[in-house]
Nanobody, 125 residues
Framework: QVQLVESGGGTVQAGGSLRLSCAASGRSSSKCVMGWFRQAPGKDREFVAAISWSGGSTLYANTLKDRFSISRVNDKNTVYLQMNSLKPEDTAIYYC??????????????????WGQGTQVTVSS
């Protein structure tokens, strides 16, 4: 089992930045591919970014890769999502997820085995 707890969400003005954190615990948490997804009201959950267990491979949603950056510190069992130049359309609940399989990072929700409770990000115009 892997437990995931997100933090760092909040309200920010358009153009601002936020850094989300995801603290993972559990026997195999450091060997998981970790991903970030988001879900806006009335919309499907969508992929944001993912990172391999070593941190050497990353994957981003094409529309976000210029503004968002994913990283991890395995010694702290923590994954980060740095979000810059935020826009009102970035408003959503952001979820951290873990993929137990030893594969390159993937961008579909079905690949992920564990999910956090989410953290709200609101970007005001």
């Amino acid at each position: 089992q892997v437990q995931l707890v997100e933090s760092g969400g909040g309200t920010v003005q358009a153009g601002g930045s936020l850094r989300l954190s995801c603290a993972a615990s559990g026997r195999s948490s450091s060997k998981c591919v970790m991903g970030w997804f988001r879900q806006a009201p009335g919309k499907d959950r969508e992929f944001v970014a993912a990172i391999s267990w070593s941190g050497g491979s990353t994957l981003y949603a094409n529309t976000l890769k210029d503004r968002f950056s994913i990283s991890r510190v395995n010694d702290k069992n923590t994954v980060y999502l740095q979000m810059n130049s935020l826009k009102p359309e970035d408003t959503a609940i952001y979820y951290c997820a873990a993929d137990r399989s030893a594969t390159p990072p993937r961008g579909n929700t079905r690949s992920y085995d564990y999910w956090g409770q989410g953290t709200q990000v609101t970007v005001s115009s």
